[in-house]
């Protein structure tokens, strides 16, 4: 089992920006690919960000590429995302997921392991 924990969420301006932070705990090896989701209210969990196991391989939305960085540390089991440019549309319930692969992957329905969520809110 792997244990998930975002943090850094929060209110901010649009055009600010925010740095989310996800640990891993428990059963944890380097040998998972890891992903970032967004939820907003009334519309379906979209992978954002997403990266493998190698972290060769990186994965952006079209709406966020360019604004939004993911970085994924082995050593310490830990995945980050540094937005930048925030608008209101990324308002959302921000998740963390690994997947029990080396490859990278984008479904929801790949993912095995999921934290609680942390809330980004962008005013404008």
């Known amino acids: 089992q792997v244990q998930l924990r975002e943090s850094g969420g929060g209110l901010v301006q649009a055009g600010g920006s925010l740095r989310l932070s996800c640990a891993a705990s428990?059963?944890?090896?380097?040998?998972?690919?890891m992903g970032w989701f967004r939820q907003a209210p009334g519309r379906e969990r979209e992978c954002v960000a997403a990266?493998?196991?190698?972290?060769?391989?990186?994965y952006y939305a079209d709406s966020v590429k360019a604004r939004f960085t993911l970085y994924k540390d082995n050593t310490r089991n830990t995945v980050s995302l540094q937005m930048t440019s925030l608008t209101p549309e990324d308002t959302a319930v921000y998740y963390c997921?690994?997947?029990?692969?080396?490859?990278?992957?984008?479904?929801?329905?790949?993912?095995?392991?999921w934290g609680q969520g942390t809330q980004v809110t962008v005013s404008s």
């Open positions: 428990g059963s944890t090896s380097v040998h998972y690919s």
């Open positions: 997921a690994a997947a029990a692969r080396s490859s990278l992957t984008t479904s929801i329905h790949d993912y095995d392991w």
């Open positions: 990266v493998s196991e190698n972290r060769i391989w990186r």
